[in-house]
């Protein structure tokens, strides 16, 4: 997706060739005009899987999530990464780690939320390590539910996630996909 890229290339910032901070459009100020975008290329990415309900983790994928279920006119549900006083009925779980903040966390969904027997879209804001994908499938199938994709804003190629996912057999659609940090910058593989 051309228009994201060229908002990384602008606005991104490559951290010790490690880390792709995108904060000021993608992860902690939103640009909805952007996000707007986002969800309709998703949308028409995933129109003809019969998704019926879209599946993301909180919080930087909530928004992303959002579009895209407005254009499919589907329900969003996300897994919370800490369990809420008011879930006081039965939830699936999984644990997942988190790269950009190295730790292990739980993620949770209501049962009443993830109905048995539905065609989902998993969606996140970054593929790396493929840790948090993997987490809501488990939780997207211990449901009853299967898991008719994966959509990403933004892909680090050289890492293990997309092979993971696809080995897994997850159909995976990156909007950006990252070959390399490169002179802290990005390298992206042209679609």
């Given at each position: 997706?051309?228009?994201?890229?060229?908002?990384?290339?602008?606005?991104?910032?490559?951290?010790?060739?490690?880390?792709?901070?995108?904060?000021?459009?993608?992860?902690h100020?939103?640009d909805?005009?952007?996000?707007?975008?986002?969800?309709?290329?998703?949308?028409?990415?995933?129109?003809?899987?019969?998704?019926?309900?879209?599946?993301?983790?909180?919080?930087?994928?909530?928004?992303?999530?959002?579009?895209?279920?407005?254009?499919?006119?589907v329900?969003?549900?996300?897994?919370?990464?800490?369990?809420?006083?008011?879930?006081?009925?039965?939830?699936?779980?999984?644990?997942?780690?988190?790269?950009?903040?190295?730790?292990n966390?739980?993620?949770?969904?209501s049962?009443?939320?993830?109905?048995?027997?539905?065609?989902?879209?998993?969606?996140?804001?970054?593929?790396?390590?493929g840790?948090?994908a993997?987490?809501?499938?488990?939780?997207?199938?211990?449901?009853g539910?299967?898991?008719?994709g994966?959509?990403?804003?933004?892909?680090?190629?050289?890492?293990?996630?997309?092979?993971r996912?696809?080995?897994?057999?997850?159909?995976v659609?990156?909007?950006?996909?990252?070959?390399?940090?490169?002179?802290?910058?990005?390298?992206?593989?042209?679609?």
């Amino acid at each position: 997706m051309e228009l994201l890229k060229q908002r990384i290339r602008e606005e991104g910032i490559v951290l010790n060739n490690r880390v792709l901070k995108v904060d000021g459009f993608l992860n902690h100020q939103i640009d909805p005009q952007l996000f707007k975008a986002i969800g309709k290329e998703i949308a028409d990415r995933y129109r003809d899987a019969g998704v019926q309900r879209i599946v993301t983790i909180e919080a930087s994928g909530i928004a992303l999530a959002l579009m895209a279920a407005l254009e499919l006119d589907v329900p969003l549900v996300f897994a919370r990464k800490k369990k809420s006083i008011l879930m006081v009925d039965d939830v699936y779980h999984s644990v997942v780690y988190s790269y950009t903040k190295e730790e292990n966390y739980d993620i949770t969904i209501s049962k009443k939320f993830l109905p048995a027997g539905e065609k989902v879209l998993i969606i996140d804001d970054f593929l790396a390590s493929g840790e948090a994908a993997m987490g809501l499938a488990k939780l997207v199938e211990d449901a009853g539910d299967e898991v008719v994709g994966m959509a990403i804003a933004i892909e680090k190629s050289f890492q293990p996630g997309r092979e993971r996912l696809e080995n897994a057999g997850y159909r995976v659609e990156s909007l950006v996909r990252i070959k390399e940090f490169k002179d802290n910058g990005c390298v992206f593989i042209e679609d």
